[in-house]
């Protein structure tokens, strides 16, 4: 432990953790950061942060427009976010800076992007889309791997001004084809295969299928990654190097389309508490200012900053802050194809000391797989060039967070845990770096101008050290502008619980001195490896199995993932289960939605435990998952469920300890 914390004990318990970390006073010299922006008028600080970090074509007008719950930033502008990410840049003679290093997973494959190299490639693509009828408005799916092509993808859309919207490459054809329904899309960029953990993934094969019940999809554009036979449909599927082959790669060829700052940039689809995802919609001004200003205090961003998320870019992580934030302040990063195990369990700290990268900002649960595999891994490696770590997706529990800076950080870095969401579109509660005292588990405290709060069921502020709802009481730039199609659904989900206040759906603690603690989803909804999923979309996917009557899902706390998925099915015609009947239906999952969100565990139960009026009664599931004493059990229909239940549940614990 290094002597610059007031240290308290080590107590493992999130409530009572004690330890804390003041700024190295070296840090605060240099750091974007000063303790004097916590004070800004908020109105003149994303006024000036607007005017700084983003080149407008027509300035706004007016900084923002609020009739709860719809917001309006920087009404007037005009400007390109593919200018804003590429081409002032190399305008500004920037052009030789690396804007990737890219790494296969395949261990021999690297290269170095520069922003000019990106600009060609990007002019290039956008000329290709442009001859398949892509122009501004047209709704583009993207379903890739980590490529160098899925941010050219993306930033091609951007430059035509036609909306995006990326699906994550490990989800299936119909929540592929349910997004691309959705939104209307009329074109997919994908690839043959992609490469993860040594092995293939059929991201062309599962786009045919999708393509198959999206009728509206025009053409599918295919990336030529592992070279595999792929089923290509004669006039519809074109091959990404054919449809680029004669085009130019000359800027002025494809001048950047000056959008609005209003106009929809992306959606992105995320879970919900019903089965069908809600399509985040994310604007163009807004959302650019929102995550390239956070990126550049969060992470304390300099001119010769190596910057690596290791996210993937099919999640909003990805979005905002490998892509977009990054890209805009001129940022090099690092961007990585494949897994961290891959081929060996040290391959992060190879690319960290290869690249010498100095801010790395990952997920809790990645940072609790390098804990179990141990930290020799990491000491193999020369990690001296890293200066501030991030955390984001999970709250983080304090052994990991110290085990991060120790075992990573050399005891030495900032630890920057910073709560958001898809719909915030960028960082919403984070220390600053060289500012701010960290306390390892606690996401501490709101971006400046960011109005947070905890309020109890009644809608009233929760008093310092109380644990309640959090809500945001002002709008952000970043933030959702709606729901794609459903603005009831957006006032529901977001605005009806407390009237005029954005509802979050986690719980949090404030501790005495302002301290924002968060505790977790308090929905329906499981954090899975710091991605959402929600009980209904793996129960609605267990339920159109021919053999399954009834299920029932929830999260389950796991040392790795966060939570896991626990399932419970009542199979038709009072059939019993099988171990092979369970693997069926986990693969019947992820062939549904995607292998993240099949269950580690099935417990087939004749019947689920329900109220009089036939609700399930999930929290009852949750405690036979957790293998807890059972609750109140008062309200159930027929108590013998569960007795039967914990006996299955008793099972499970023994077949799992097995
Ligand atoms: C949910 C949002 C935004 C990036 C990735 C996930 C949880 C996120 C933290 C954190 C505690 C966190 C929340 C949030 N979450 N970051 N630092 N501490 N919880 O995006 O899929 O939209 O999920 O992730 O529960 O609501 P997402």
Not at 290 to 312: E, L, N, S
Not at 412 to 440: A, F, H, N, S, Y
Not at 536 to 564: F, M, W, Y
Request: hydrophobic share 35%; aromatic share 10%; glycine share 8%.
């Amino acid at each position: 432990m290094s002597t610059e914390q007031s240290q308290g004990p080590a107590i493992e318990t999130m409530l009572l953790e004690q330890r804390r970390y003041q700024p190295d006073p070296a840090f605060v010299q240099q750091a974007n950061a000063k303790a004097q922006i916590y004070q800004s008028d908020p109105d003149e600080f994303w006024t000036e942060e607007a005017r700084r970090r983003v080149s407008w074509f027509q300035p706004f007008t007016q900084l923002k427009e609020w009739n709860a719950p719809f917001a309006k930033w920087y009404l007037g502008g005009r400007l390109n976010v593919c200018y804003n990410c590429i081409d002032r840049h190399v305008e500004s003679g920037q052009g030789d800076k690396v804007a990737f290093h890219w790494e296969g997973e395949p261990a021999d494959e690297r290269v170095d992007i520069t922003f000019a190299d990106l600009q060609r490639r990007v002019v290039r693509f956008a000329n290709g889309l442009k001859k398949l009828g892509v122009g501004k408005g047209t709704p583009v799916a993207i379903y890739m791997g980590m490529t160098p092509e899925l941010p050219v993808a993306m930033l091609a859309c951007t430059r035509l001004g036609a909306p995006h919207t990326v699906v994550f490459g490990g989800f299936s054809s119909d929540s592929l084809s349910s997004r691309m329904n959705d939104m209307g899309c009329e074109v997919l960029i994908t690839q043959d295969e992609g490469w993860r953990r040594g092995k293939r993934v059929p991201l062309m094969q599962t786009s045919a299928e999708a393509m198959a019940a999206s009728p509206g999809v025009r053409h599918a554009v295919v990336l030529r990654r592992t070279e595999a036979e792929v089923p290509m449909t004669e006039g519809r599927d074109v091959w990404w190097h054919d449809l680029c082959a004669d085009v130019s790669d000359e800027p002025e060829s494809c001048p950047c389309e000056p959008m609005d700052s209003e106009d929809v940039l992306f959606l992105m689809y995320t879970s919900g508490t019903t089965a069908k995802p809600k399509g985040i919609v994310h604007t163009t001004a807004g959302y650019l200012v929102g995550t390239a200003t956070t990126h550049h205090y969060v992470f304390d961003i300099k001119p010769d900053t190596v910057y690596w998320c290791a996210a993937d870019v099919g999640w909003i992580t990805g979005h905002s802050y490998i892509v977009y934030g990054p890209l805009c302040n001129g940022t090099t990063s690092v961007l990585y194809e494949g897994t961290p195990d891959f081929p060996d369990k040290d391959r992060w700290w190879e690319i960290v000391e290869r690249y010498r990268v100095s801010v790395l900002y990952t997920a809790p649960t990645a940072i609790r797989s390098h804990m179990k595999w141990g930290p020799e891994y990491a000491r193999k490696h020369d990690l001296s060039s890293l200066k501030l770590l991030g955390s984001v997706g999970e709250p983080i529990n304090p052994e990991a967070w110290v085990w991060y800076r120790e075992h990573i950080g050399g005891d030495r870095t900032p630890v920057v845990d910073t709560w958001w969401q898809t719909e915030t579109g960028m960082i919403m509660i984070t220390p600053l770096p060289g500012v701010t005292t960290l306390k390892p588990g606690s996401a501490t405290q709101p971006f400046p101008t960011v109005d947070a709060a905890v309020f109890s069921e009644k809608g009233e502020p929760v008093p310092p050290g109380g644990g309640g709802y959090l809500v945001l009481r002002q709008p952000w730039p970043a933030m959702l502008r709606g729901i794609h199609g459903d603005p009831e659904r957006y006032q529901e989900t977001y605005w009806s619980k407390y009237e005029g206040l954005y509802f979050v759906g986690d719980g949090a603690r404030v501790d005495e001195e302002g301290d924002f603690w968060l505790l977790g989803r308090i929905d329906d909804v499981m954090n899975v490896a710091g991605h959402r999923i929600s009980t209904i979309e793996v129960e609605s996917a267990l339920v159109d199995h021919q053999k399954v009557a009834e299920a029932a899902a929830c999260g389950r706390n796991d040392p790795q993932t966060g939570q896991a998925v626990v399932a419970y099915v009542t199979l038709k015609g009072g059939q019993e289960g099988s171990p092979e009947m369970m693997q069926e239906l986990r693969q019947h999952v992820a062939r549904k939605i995607g292998k993240f969100a099949a269950p580690t565990n099935i417990v087939f139960t004749p019947e689920l435990p329900k109220t009089r009026s036939g609700k399930i009664m999930r929290r009852l599931l949750r405690d036979v998952a957790e293998k807890r004493q059972l609750g109140d059990t008062t309200t159930l229909a027929d108590p013998a469920v569960v007795e039967e239940l914990s006996s299955r549940g008793r099972e499970l614990a023994a077949s799992e300890e097995a």
